[in-house]
Each structure stands twice: as C-alpha cells, then as structure tokens.
T-cell receptor, first 112, second 113 residues
C-alpha cells in the first residue's frame, strides 16, 4: 500500500546512546516532516525538508539532526539520547500546503 | 503567529448523539484548514479539508465549514458511533508565515454504546 513507512515501531535506549529513525514515502511527495507527540502538548515540528537537498529547523530541533537522503527518505538522528526525548515520533509527507499530510504509524521511543 | 485553538476534551457521548468539536484559528493570509483523526496506537489520518472560505469539507459523515468571518472550522457529525472514538486534531497550513502545518492540541472523543 502507498504511504509513509517508519522504522522501528518501538525502541528503548539508554541515556547517551544514539539511534536513527528511518522514514520512507512512495507517493513522490516533495516535502517531508518529523514531529514529536507528547501528552498534553499536541504535535511539535522537529525538522522539515521542503524538497530534496534542503532541510530546516522546526519548533524543537535541539538534540536532533536530519538527513534527506533522496526524495523518498528522510531520517532523524538522536546523537546522545536524553530522557526528555522519550516521545512518539511521527514522519509525514506532503505534496503541497493545500493537500494535507500523510503520516506514518509512528515510533515509540523510551529513553531510560 | 499562526495558531489553532480547539475545544478541550475529553468529550464523552452516547452512540447516535450529535457531535460538535469547536476549532478557531489565527492566521495571516488565507490558510487551508484540516481535520485529522488519530485512532489508538496509530498515526494521524486526514479526515477532511477546506481550502477557501465557505468551502465545506466532508467525509465518513463528518462535516466542517470554513468560516472566514468567525475564523472557525467546527467539526460536526449527526450520529456518532462507537468506532468514532479517537482523538481529533484541527490544523491549518498555507499561510505567509510558515512552511508547515500548525495543529491544535487535539480533542479526545469517547462514544459509549
């Protein structure tokens, strides 16, 4: 099925460990996004990529890096995980501001 | 900045009751407006959208009308079902000030049999 695929679905890290969250879309969308969702705080934008080869910071970029590997793939890296990064992470893609986003199913990350 | 405010939940209704979830926005320019739904353990799914004033978005019995004069986009459904239990998010995009979508905090709906 066409859509946005995120891996892994679940992950537990120890403080200070690093990991990369993977995201791929097969809809030929130009724009891709990484959000985190925390209870009572809605969705907050971490980074986005308006097109292949470009990335920009969102509302909460500290502690994260991203790579737009090609048009399909947009990865999120935590270099040194902290308990404050415990959250559910969603990747999304879009073909323009009037079309809405297609979301992946999320990665549930716990940092202990 | 551009933002969305939606009614706080949780909202609990009996099956076949009428649903309204209020959403108002603040934006420069002429945004597109959206409702998303999130079922437990899943990502957000686009439910409906409207791209200009007076447009009505509709899907699966849900409706919302883009009201520029009141800067609102309230979600309604005439008869809810247990399967409608989820979290609903109002959102806007396409303004002059940002390149992403701005989401409300979400409203949790529980429908009881």
């Amino acid at each position: 099925n066409a859509g946005v695929t995120q891996t892994p679905k679940f992950q537990v890290l120890k403080t200070g460990q690093s990991m990369t969250l993977q995201c791929a879309q097969d809809m030929n969308h130009n724009s891709m996004y990484w959000y985190r969702q925390d209870p009572g705080m809605g969705l907050r934008l971490i980074y986005y990529s308006a097109s292949e080869g470009t990335t920009d910071k969102g509302e909460v970029p500290n502690g994260y890096n991203v790579s737009r590997l090609n048009k399909r793939e947009f990865s999120l890296r935590l270099e040194s995980a902290a308990p404050s990064q415990t959250s559910v992470y969603f990747c999304a893609s879009s073909d323009g501001m009037n079309y809405g986003y297609t979301f992946g199913s999320g990665t549930r990350l716990t940092v202990v | 900045g551009d933002s969305v405010t939606q009614m706080e939940g949780p909202v609990t209704l009996s099956e076949e009751a009428f649903l309204t979830i209020n959403c108002t926005y603040t934006a420069t320019g002429y945004p597109s407006l959206f409702w998303y739904v999130q079922y437990p353990g899943e990502g957000l799914q686009l439910l409906l959208k409207a791209t200009k004033a007076d447009d009505k978005g509709s899907n699966k019995g849900f409706e919302a009308t883009y009201r520029k004069e009141t800067t609102s986009f309230h979600l309604e459904k005439g008869s809810v079902q247990v399967s409608d239990s989820a979290v609903y998010f109002c959102a806007l995009s396409g303004t002059y000030n940002n390149n992403d979508m701005r989401f409300g905090a979400g409203t949790r709906l529980t429908v009881k049999p």
